[in-house]
């Protein structure tokens, strides 16, 4: 196996052996960069495509200003396209996490009162590293389920859209919608509610009216999908994760107005009368899904709910979290959801029910996502389906998921590659050294 480095030296390297002065950028060591401009032929030595049951061997993909033109055996690169030889690689599609926090990260968990001094500025550049290291794990497209400061990870995606900051593409719900003292809002211990500062409460509302125009702020302000907190939450105080915290009326107030703009809702929701409220509301996803029963399950089957189940970070946080000293309700809520929400994931799959890759990072350290495969394979996915749950299926519950999730013609460039074959072993997946994203490499293997 050749050997593993991020971008920097080695792209440097690549880039002054391969380019010319007046030739486009194609291989990105950092911002700025145009978003999708990339033009590169990858010659893989097995392709993952998303799509297909099995992977097939000596495949080459080609991108073309930023877009995927062909696949096949042999391609010809166009005059002046750079190849990437990625013969002892396989080559999937860029990976999607449906669940992160990417301007937010473990630190702050046991003390959350430090979201009441932070600015926006110092929030953003805690986060832009967090970012870079999400899409060099592998992950080119996230959806970014939260944030307490309202609004930041708009800021984020915006940026990265402009190739100012390097991370994924990002969908981002611009707040939490959640009751006064749920599992979105940041009541704390011994502290007045008039002393939260509204940028961290845009979200907080009562009543199916309140609910309704919070929907349309987020929406109005540019949110790719709206995120309800349904019931308690795990790593908040107060919350009891059983237990319901918004009315099916509330929940049903929210999908309407996401409906008509085309925004997708996702519910947090532990509980299993919460799960099922919110896919009788007309949610399209549903976050961690710890206790869902087997009616839950099959509301989930009928209605094509996909179940963003975040069956990794209970490990993480048993162990991590405890020693960092995180405050012992949420250590004990933890320990309480962990191992059901396993055994529940398992009779979800083996039922049939939609599945996506949502990993809750920021909960542990970024970077750490592509973890979570081995859980999903160890209880009960075959590689290939925890694969497609992290590409064309969680892309099918995105706002334009259609453009990526696979490796066919007409999608957007996003690319990774892995030495070895993820199918024998799905660990393989924890060391990508291959992350094209709209045809730019912004990293890859070693020359040596
Ligand atoms: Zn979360």
Redesign the pocket.
């Known amino acids: 196996m050749k050997k593993q480095i991020a971008i920097g030296l080695s792209l440097a390297l690549l880039w002054i052996a391969s380019a010319c002065a007046s030739a486009p950028t194609t291989f990105v060591t950092d911002a700025p960069f145009k978003p999708n401009s990339g033009n590169i032929l990858l010659r893989c030595g097995a392709l993952i495509d998303g799509i297909n049951e099995h992977a097939r061997p000596q495949q080459d993909v080609l991108i073309q200003d930023g877009v995927i033109t062909a696949t096949g055996t042999r391609l010809t690169a166009p005059a002046g396209t750079k190849v990437l030889d990625l013969a002892d690689h396989t080559c999937l599609p860029g990976l999607i996490d449906m669940?992160?926090?990417v301007v937010e990260s473990q630190q702050d968990t046991n003390d959350l009162y430090i979201y009441l001094t932070r600015n926006e500025t110092e929030t953003l550049d805690l986060a832009r590293p967090l970012a870079r290291k999400t899409l060099l794990a592998g992950f080119t497209s996230v959806r970014n389920?939260?944030v307490y400061y309202g609004w930041t990870s708009r800021s984020l995606r915006d940026e990265i859209n402009r190739g100012v900051t390097v991370g994924p593409r990002m969908d981002v719900a611009g707040f939490y919608l959640t009751i006064p003292g749920g599992g979105g809002d940041l009541l704390l211990p011994d502290l007045a509610e008039s002393d939260i500062p509204a940028h961290l409460r845009l979200g907080v509302a009562r009543g199916a009216d309140q609910f309704r125009q919070k929907a349309r702020e987020a929406i109005e302000g540019g949110a790719d999908v709206i995120k309800v907190i349904a019931s308690g939450a795990v790593?908040a105080y107060g919350g009891v994760p059983g237990a319901p915290e918004m009315t099916p009326e509330e929940l049903r107030a929210v999908v309407e107005v996401a409906n008509k703009a085309g925004v997708p809702v996702t519910a947090?929701a532990h509980g299993a009368q919460s799960i099922k409220d919110a896919i009788l509301a007309g949610v399209t996803t549903i976050?961690?899904a710890s206790l869902i029963d087997d009616e839950g399950i099959r509301l989930a089957i009928e209605h094509n709910v996909g179940l963003s189940m975040?069956v990794f970070n209970g490990d993480w946080i048993a162990t991590e979290g405890r020693r960092m000293q995180w405050p012992e309700e949420f250590l004990r809520k933890n320990d309480e959801t962990t191992l059901i929400q396993r055994q529940n994931f398992r009779k979800a799959h083996a039922a049939g029910a939609p599945i996506v890759f949502g990993s809750?990072s920021?909960?542990y350290p970024h970077g750490m996502n592509p973890r979570q495969f081995s859980y999903m394979v160890e209880w009960g996915m075959s590689p290939m389906e925890a694969i497609k749950a992290a590409t064309s299926i969680a892309a099918s519950y995105l706002k334009n998921g259609a453009r990526v999730g696979a490796i066919e013609r007409g999608r957007l460039g996003d690319v990774i590659a892995v030495a070895g074959d993820p199918l024998r072993d799905i660990s393989v997946l924890q060391h990508v050294d291959t992350v094209v994203m709209g045809g730019l490499v912004f990293k890859a293997p070693a020359t040596d």
Do not use: Q, R
Request: aromatic letters at 0%; proline letters at 0%; charged letters at 25%.
């Open positions: 669940h992160t926090h389920v939260g790593l947090h976050e961690h975040d809750d920021g909960v």
